[in-house]
C-alpha cells in the first residue's frame, strides 16, 4: 500500500486514513503542531476564565452602587442574567482570540485552517437528522431511567432569569459558537495533525468539552461526551465545522424549548 508524508506534521499517511484523504483534497493551511496547539487553547481558556471573573467582579459593583439586587453569593451564581452577560462577554472576548492564534500560523488563511467551508444542504440535513435521532434516543432513556428530562441546573438557571432573551442569546447562538469555534476547529484541528490522529482527536475534544459542564452529573456529561464524539465525525466527514455547529445550535434550542415547556407545566 502507498504511502505519503505529510510535510507539516511528518507523519506517514495511508490513503484510508481519515486525515490523509481530507488534507489531501484539498492543500492544508498551515498549522500549529499538537503541543502548541494545546499550549493556545490553554491560553484560550485562562483567557476565558480571567474573562468570567472580571464580570462577576462587575456585576457585584453593580449590586453595590445599586444598579441592580444581589440577594445572596448563592443566588448570584444561578443568576441567569449574570451567566448570559458572562457568556456573550466571554465569547466576545474568545473568539476574536483563537481566530487571530490560527490565522497568525495559517497566514491570514484562518477560516480555511478552521474548515469553516460551504456546507451543502444535503449535508446540512443528514447531521441535522442524526442530532434529532440521538436527541430523542437520549430523551426517551432519561425517561425511561427517571430522570428529569431537563437538568436541574438549567430549570434553576431560567427561573432566576430577569430578562431571558439575553440567556438565549447566550446559551443558543454565542456558546455553541465558541465552544465549536474552540474544541472542534481549534484544538481538534491540532491535535489531528499528530500521532492521535483524526479519530484520537475526536475522542480527546470529546472528552475535554464535556470537562467544562461541570454544572452536571455524571450521567449528564456522559451523553455530553457521546454528542462530542457525534460532533467530531461531523466535522470530519462533513469537512466543514459549519456542520458542528449547526448541531450544537440545535441542540441547545431544543434544551431551551423543553425547559421552557416544563416550567410552564
Not at 170 to 182: G, M, Q, R, Y
Not at 185 to 199: C, K, P
Not at 203 to 214: D, E, N, Q
Amino acid at each position: 500500500m502507498l504511502e505519503t508524508t505529510d510535510p507539516d506534521t511528518g507523519r506517514a499517511d495511508r490513503p484510508d486514513d481519515p486525515i490523509a484523504s481530507d488534507l489531501q483534497a484539498s492543500p492544508a493551511a498551515p498549522f500549529w503542531s499538537p503541543w502548541a496547539t494545546v499550549g493556545w487553547s490553554l491560553l484560550v481558556a485562562a483567557v476565558f476564565v480571567a474573562a468570567q471573573l472580571v464580570v462577576m467582579a462587575v456585576w457585584a459593583l453593580a449590586a453595590t452602587a445599586g444598579l441592580h439586587e444581589l440577594e445572596s453569593v448563592q443566588a448570584a451564581s444561578l443568576s441567569g442574567d449574570l451567566f448570559a452577560v458572562a457568556t456573550l462577554a466571554t465569547a466576545a472576548i474568545c473568539i476574536p482570540l483563537i481566530w487571530a492564534a490560527t490565522a497568525l500560523k495559517a497566514r491570514g488563511e484562518a477560516a480555511r485552517a478552521l474548515a469553516l467551508a460551504p456546507l451543502t444542504a444535503r449535508q446540512l440535513a443528514l447531521w441535522l437528522a442524526a442530532t434529532v435521532v440521538l436527541v430523542v434516543a437520549s430523551d426517551l432513556l432519561t425517561i425511561a431511567l427517571g430522570r428529569p428530562l431537563v437538568p436541574d441546573f438549567m430549570t434553576e438557571l431560567v427561573e432566576a432569569t430577569r430578562v431571558r432573551a439575553l440567556l438565549w442569546l447566550a446559551i443558543v447562538v454565542a456558546a455553541p459558537l465558541f465552544e465549536e469555534l474552540l474544541f472542534r476547529g481549534f484544538l481538534l484541528e491540532g491535535l489531528r495533525r499528530g500521532r492521535l490522529g483524526a479519530a484520537g482527536a475526536v475522542v480527546v475534544t470529546s472528552l475535554a468539552w464535556a470537562a467544562i459542564h461541570l454544572q452536571y452529573d455524571g450521567y449528564e456529561v456522559a451523553t455530553i461526551v457521546l454528542f462530542g464524539l457525534l460532533l467530531g465525525a461531523a466535522r470530519l466527514r462533513s469537512g466543514s465545522l459549519w456542520a458542528p455547529i449547526a448541531m450544537h445550535l440545535l441542540v441547545n434550542l431544543v434544551a431551551t424549548v423543553e425547559t421552557l415547556v416544563v416550567l410552564a407545566g
